[in-house]
T-cell receptor, first 114, second 115 residues
Framework: AQSVTQPDIHITVSEGASLELRCNYS??????LFWYVQSPGQGLQLLLK??????LVQGIKGFEAEFKRSQSSFNLRKPSVHWSDAAEYFC????????????FGQGTILTVHP | DTGVSQDPRHKITKRGQNVTFRCDPI?????LYWYRQTLGQGPEFLTY????????KSRLLSDRFSAERPKGSFSTLEIQRTEQGDSAMYLC?????????????FGQGTRLTVV
């Protein structure tokens, strides 16, 4: 069975600092990988996705992620964090061709200090 | 299109009561998914539909849970004889499959509290 691991439950950064959120996946076939963001009490908003091709993908709100097959990782990055980025971030994997049937990681809560 | 809509946003019920949630997907989307999210966890897949057909159910979906999608439009998720362990956020998502696959778009969820 596929799994997604987000090793960091909670990360705190200062506004303007760079950010990297880690995600590791396990699945035998080609993964379809996603990062979603969730604000308190809200649903999930897609930040970016990787299906194939260029391993560095750009998303919304200045986020990017890099797919590294050798490390089974899909880490999310942002060069300069804004206070409005404070939220919970989820990495997810769609193992087959249904991009909506997702296995999610536990999530990483991001706190941004002024 | 206003996206995926879920109703109600919040529901408080007494243990043993039945509850029903509704999800209206993005209109042209043919797949609809239900997820459950408990505090501090990522969403967990429950079930999904392609049009009106229910294609898969997770073993998380006990026999107290039932989902329908009549006519392939909106969907309902019913929980019978609710238990305190059913307290969670229930998320609905939709996507398009054929002629092109899209990612899942999520609603804002229904927060269920069983007292």
């Amino acid at each position: 069975a596929q799994s997604v691991t987000q090793p960091d439950i909670h990360i705190t950064v200062s506004e303007g600092a760079s950010l990297e959120l880690r995600c590791n996946y396990s699945y035998g076939a080609t993964p379809y990988l996603f990062w979603y963001v969730q604000s308190p009490g809200q649903g999930l908003q897609l930040l970016l996705k990787y299906f194939s091709g260029d391993t560095l993908v750009q998303g919304i709100k200045g986020f990017e992620a890099e797919f590294k097959r050798s490390q089974s990782s899909f880490n999310l990055r942002k060069p300069s964090v804004h206070w409005s980025d404070a939220a919970e971030y989820f990495c997810a994997n769609a193992g087959g061709t249904s991009y909506g049937k997702l296995t999610f990681g536990q999530g990483t809560i991001l706190t941004v200090h002024p | 299109d206003t996206g995926v809509s879920q109703d109600p946003r919040h529901k408080i019920t007494k243990r043993g009561q039945n509850v029903t949630f509704r999800c209206d997907p993005i209109s042209e989307h043919n797949r609809l998914y239900w997820y459950r999210q408990t505090l501090g966890q990522g969403p967990e897949f429950l079930t999904y539909f392609q049009n009106e057909a229910q294609l898969e159910k997770s073993r998380l979906l006990s026999d107290r849970f039932s989902a329908e999608r009549p006519k392939g439009s909106f969907s309902t998720l019913e929980i019978q004889r609710t238990e305190q362990g059913d307290s969670a956020m229930y998320l609905c998502a939709s996507s398009l499959v054929r002629p092109m696959n899209t990612e899942a778009f999520f609603g804002q969820g229904t927060r269920l509290t069983v007292v």
